[in-house]
């Protein structure tokens, strides 16, 4: 199994760009969750949706956007970019019930210059 | 306002000693709280669950308490290897989607 898989890795925008952050699980979790992690904090949760066509706000939404159209996927599109949103970007799925932890993916390192 | 505390950003042990970890909470009713492994570059690993109406949990080395009252988890690494060496984050679940809140972390250092 796959796991979490999110792409790309490294990215390097400029002020003002716009980019998706792509995210897929293969393992059939109806929940998705989007997290920021700067230096020395904690994860600070984005976005999150509990199944296709369902999303909802988390913590820090301000300067993004998701989509939740298949159970698999749940991108987060960056719309102008700021200097603010440097940050490193992790997916995150899990299954419904509260006996479960998350399964997160290796991240994304995004620097906005 | 709500917080979550992790006790000092770095902790050092010898190996073979117990490592023990602290995570406070204000202004939360968590139904459970979970704790997570992070090396560096990678993303966050499902350790642990424990559940409000549950005192203590354990896994193999690890071992996690969770005290309501005091508002309160420990986890504990007993006979720590220089393996352990990673950044530790206690969660509690505040939402009905199961969101979960991260405290910063603990980053924990074996030493041999």
């Given at each position: 199994?796959?796991?979490?898989?999110?792409?790309?890795?490294?990215?390097?925008?400029k002020?003002g760009?716009?980019?998706?952050?792509q995210?897929a699980?293969?393992m059939?979790?109806?929940?998705?969750?989007?997290?920021?992690?700067?230096?020395?904090?904690?994860?600070?949760?984005?976005?999150?949706s509990?199944?296709a066509?369902?999303?909802?706000?988390?913590?820090?939404?301000?300067?993004?956007?998701?989509?939740?159209?298949?159970?698999?996927?749940?991108?987060?599109?960056?719309e102008?970019?700021?200097?603010?949103?440097?940050?490193?970007?992790?997916?995150?799925?899990?299954y419904?019930?509260?006996n479960?932890g998350?399964?997160f993916?290796?991240?994304?390192?995004?620097?906005?210059? | 306002?709500?917080?979550?505390?992790?006790?000092?950003?770095?902790?050092n042990i010898?190996?073979?000693?117990?490592?023990?970890?602290?995570?406070?909470?204000?202004?939360?009713?968590?139904?459970?709280?979970?704790?997570?492994?992070?090396?560096?570059?990678?993303?966050?690993?499902?350790?642990?669950?424990?559940?409000?109406?549950?005192?203590?949990?354990r896994?193999?080395r690890?071992k996690?308490?969770?005290?309501?009252?005091?508002?309160?988890?420990?986890f504990?690494?007993?006979?720590?290897q220089?393996?352990?060496s990673?950044?530790y984050?206690?969660?509690?679940?505040?939402?009905?989607?199961?969101?979960l809140?991260?405290g910063?972390?603990?980053?924990?250092?074996?030493?041999?």
């Open positions: 199994n796959a796991g979490v898989t999110q792409t790309p890795k490294f990215r390097i925008l002020i760009q716009s980019m998706t952050l995210c699980q293969d059939n979790h109806n929940y998705m969750y989007w997290y920021r992690q700067d230096p020395g904090m904690g994860l600070k949760l984005i976005y999150y509990v199944g066509g369902i999303t909802d706000k988390g913590e820090v939404p301000n300067g993004y956007n998701v989509s939740r159209s298949t159970t698999e996927d749940f991108p987060l599109r960056l102008l970019a700021a200097p603010s949103q440097t940050s490193v970007y992790f997916c995150a799925s899990s419904e019930g509260i479960y998350y399964t993916g290796s991240g994304t390192r995004l620097t906005v210059v | 306002s709500q917080k979550i505390e992790q006790n000092s950003e770095a902790l010898q190996e073979g000693k117990t490592a023990t970890l602290t995570c406070n909470y204000t202004n939360y009713s968590p139904a459970y709280l979970q704790w997570y492994r992070q090396d560096p570059g990678r993303g966050p690993v499902f350790l642990l669950l424990i559940r409000e109406n549950e005192k203590e949990k896994k193999e690890l996690v308490t969770f005290d309501t009252t005091l508002k309160q988890s420990l504990h690494i007993t006979a720590s220089p393996a352990d990673a950044t984050l206690c969660a509690l679940a505040t939402g009905s989607a199961r969101q809140t991260f910063s972390g603990t980053q924990l250092t074996v030493l041999p």
